[in-house]
Each structure stands twice: as structure tokens, then as C-alpha cells.
């Protein structure tokens, strides 16, 4: 399963739709501190997050999670429009920079979570 936490709208629906369309069962979330609610009840095989969020931020949320060890085996994958150089992120398997491809992120999934 794939926990996503995007605060914008239209960008969480297509992404959320992309997955799904690839077969990938996907939770969505638009605020990080529901999406870890949900994780410790159900921790997932990937984590999505965007990094600049209100109230909770991506990089807050890493670390609430560093701290719950249901969490360890799940991959990070943490999408910015921030410039380079990006953020280093230790809890953070793969930063995505926004803009990027649909694929991008599709082919990042198979790479980080095999």
C-alpha cells in the first residue's frame, strides 16, 4: 500500500489516479498528521510526501515517523518545488523535484520499494 500526503488538491487527485491506474492501492491524504494516524495504525510499503505543508510539514512528519519503529521498513519518497540543491532528508529514500514526469515517479516506486 502507498500512503500519499500532497496538500494541494488537484496535484493529490491525479497523482492519486496515476497510481491507481497502475494498480496500486493508494491512501491519500491532504494533511501529514492525518496520513500518520493512519500509518501507525497501518504502516505502509511507501510513504509519498510533499514537503512544504501547513500545519505539518513533509520534513516533520519524517521525523515523527523516525520515531514509531512500525515505521522503519517504509520507503520514502518526498516530492518538492523547492530549487537545488534539494534538502538532505536522511529518513528520505528518493526526493522527487516538482515538476516531474508521471513516469518519474511510477519508475521511482519500482525502484526504491523492490
Known amino acids: 500500500m502507498i500512503v ?3 496538500n ?3 496535484a493529490r487527485a491525479v ?9 496500486m492501492a493508494v491512501l491519500s ?16 510499503d511507501v510513504l509519498i510526501t510533499d ?12 521525523e515523527e515517523m523516525a520515531s514509531h519503529p512500525s515505521l522503519n521498513n517504509t520507503v520514502v519518497i518526498v516530492t518538492t518545488a523547492l530549487p537545488y540543491p534539494l534538502p538532505t532528508l ?6 522527487l523535484q516538482k515538476p516531474f514526469p508521471s513516469e518519474d515517479l511510477v ?3 519500482f525502484k526504491v520499494s523492490l
Open 90 to 95: 536522511p529518513r528520505a529514500n528518493l526526493i
Open 51 to 62: 514537503l512544504m505543508m501547513e500545519p505539518m510539514t513533509g520534513e516533520k512528519l519524517l
Open 29 to 44: 491524504f491532504s494533511k501529514a498528521a492525518d496520513a500518520l494516524k493512519a500509518m501507525l495504525v497501518s504502516p505502509p
Open 107 to 109: 519508475q521511482a516506486i
Open 15 to 23: 497523482t492519486t489516479s496515476i497510481l491507481v491506474n497502475r494498480g
Open 8 to 10: 494541494d488538491d488537484l
Open 4 to 6: 500519499l500526503v500532497e
